[in-house]
């Protein structure tokens, strides 16, 4: 009840739960005023975060379903390859060297200065460069491919596993490079606060996914198959979702090779370097952990420890979801100089993260074993150990997440990249060796330690320090001057 009410306070003039629903209207707020600024922000944080539980309870649904589906028809061993192939492409999610990232500032910037002429120079810059970089990839992928012993890389056995790993690859690495440029819609919407219009594309793009694997295992379609339906559904929903931005809700932000600018695309890959130094280091930490297992363990243990993963996964939806919309309502709220609110805004997320996030965990240390059995239909049994390990990981990594999401909004990235590329290298290391020494359980624990010490302690010195005195006001200052 305190933490209920502390969060309503952070929030203009909401009495109850069902204040929200004044907030729930597509009407904007005058912003002329402070008030209305604040009102208009939170109003934009509202319908993001409710079409995103809405987008999240479809794409969780979609996923328990071809989870359950796909671990019958595939069995043990091929689905660990899909789970492994997986994490593969999220290692490559900094393929984009940061501008996605990049692009979300600028955007969010130019919409608190309301400089239109900025927004369609960034935006134009990012998707040519991107495309560029997408083109590279897929020269340099197609030259090594041939040389690549995918049978080593996945750690598979059977003969059906080991034929279709590398084509299940290429499908993967396709629509991954596909998807690349698209990515910049999202990152438009989110940048101008309008992160709930994205979350009706991702709504789409997961029963697309859904329908396709039903399709897939229906023909008894192999791996590459099924990979391709999964993966296939979201891009073309991206696809569809740029036809709509730039065609119809903001046609003045259509990338055009005459609006490429050199000083905007300089800043985007300043920017964009220190966005994929972090990435990269996250990458370290989080997606590494199915490669980890499958090389030290087997693709068998892939499959449990992944079902672990995806369950506890759940929590961060439902984190993501609170800060998702608070990245760009800071950047704008900062370019406007209204410190009290990024600073009311930034604790009363961070206790509001903690309990929903804390809740669903415990109740997967006590009743995981059960959940799994009903959601899986076989047997996976985790040990305490390896769940436990899990909530303390959920734990902090929600701590970090609601720090991130600010420094992220304030540019803050020198100090990010530092403590991550430690944590990353440190947890990396202690993942290998943990998981020879203990099994399974080692692997998450090796994320818990080395993220602890190397980036929680030092979160909790930096952030409060930027609000002492006039440091975050200095800055804003320096980089206006810049």
Sequence with gaps: MFLYKSFCRGLPKWKSFNSLSAYLKIASFDSSTQDGRSKERYRRIVLTTVSSIFARIVIVGSTLVSVRLTYTYLGAERYGLWMTISSIVSLLGFADFGMGNGLLNAISEANGREDRGKAARVVSSAFFMLIGIAMLIAILFILVYPMIPWKRVFNVESLE???????????????????????????????????????????????????????????????????????????????????????????????????????????????GILFFLLQLSYSLIFASDNLVAAQTLGPIEVSKYSIVQKMFSVALLAVNIVLLPLWPAYGEAITKRDIPWVRKTLVNSLLLCLVIAGIPSLIFVVFGPQI??????????????????????????????????????????????????????????????L?????????????????????????????????SGNILCNEICLKEEA
């Design 435 to 467: 998981a020879k020494a203990i099994g399974l359980p080692g692997i998450i624990w090796g994320a818990v330690a080395g993220y602890a010490v190397f980036s929680v302690i030092p979160l909790l010195y930096y952030v409060p320090k930027l609000f």
């Design 161 to 271: 596993a080991v034929q279709e790993a590398g084509p299940a690859m290429v499908v993967f690495f396709a629509c991954f490079l596909i998807n690349l440029p698209l990515g910049i819609v999202q990152r438009i919407q989110l940048g101008y606060q309008e992160g709930f219009q994205n979350n009706l594309w991702l709504v789409a793009g997961s029963l697309l996914g859904l329908a396709g694997v039903l399709l897939a295992i229906e023909s008894k379609s192999g791996l590459p198959w099924l990979v391709l339906a999964m993966t296939g559904g979201p891009v073309a929903a991206a696809a569809a979702n740029g036809l709509h931005l730039f065609g119809w809700k903001r046609p003045w932000l259509r990338p055009l090779w005459t609006r490429v600018s050199e000083s905007e695309s300089k800043i985007l890959m300043s920017t």
């Design 372 to 433: 799994i059995r009903y959601w899986i239909g076989t047997v996976v049994s985790p040990s305490l150990p390896l769940l436990v390990g899990f909530l303390v990981w959920t734990i902090l990594y929600t701590g970090g997440c609601v720090a991130g999401t600010f420094l992220n909004a304030v540019s803050a990235l020198k100090f990010q990249v530092f403590i991550a590329l430690l944590t990353g290298i440190v947890s990396l290391v202690l993942k290998f060796y």
